[in-house]
């Protein structure tokens, strides 16, 4: 099931927790604990993922199995995008799961979710940025028709890493 986070400490704190927790798994092998730390204390500090979710050009979904959330996704459109590129598109900022639910299908509802809020929002594209070298996550977002569009900075920690651009025509 697929939920909308809400501002509760409740759900700050089960966001907060599983961010971590994904983030970490996913990069912490190829980063320096420094700069893993110190984005992790930083990007997912209680009280910016609060505003975040307090936001009303973002929002936050959880994906869970029964009361655990084991899955998220953040949305951003307007002037709550990471870039300038795109006003008119819906970004889709961080899309995470547990690394034991992988292959469960968690990550496409989640998409499907996000492409939902893209229509409704009437947005013809969505754009995402994807590590490079995150060959995984490249194989499933060209799946559902992101091309690659150019390339962006992202900082971790001290890290200046390059991602690639993705978008999504959704006016086809």
Known sequence: MIRKA????????MLQKLAKKTFYDTFAYEN??????????TAYDFDVLKSEIECETSDYYFYLDGN???GFVKVN?????TEPDYPD?????RIYSLKEYH???????LMEHAISVARKLKCPMMWLGVEEQNKRAYRFYTKYGFKKVGTHVFMLGEDEQHDSVLVKNLED
Do not use: F, R
Not at 103 to 109: D, K, N, S, V
């Open 6 to 13: 809400s501002n509760t400490n409740e759900d700050v704190l």
């Open 32 to 41: 320096s604990e420094e700069d893993m730390k110190e984005y992790l204390e």
């Open 68 to 70: 655990d959330a084991v």
């Open 77 to 81: 459109w307007a002037d709550s995008q």
């Open 89 to 93: 598109a819906l970004e889709i900022q």
């Open 103 to 109: 292959g469960h299908g968690i990550g496409a509802a």
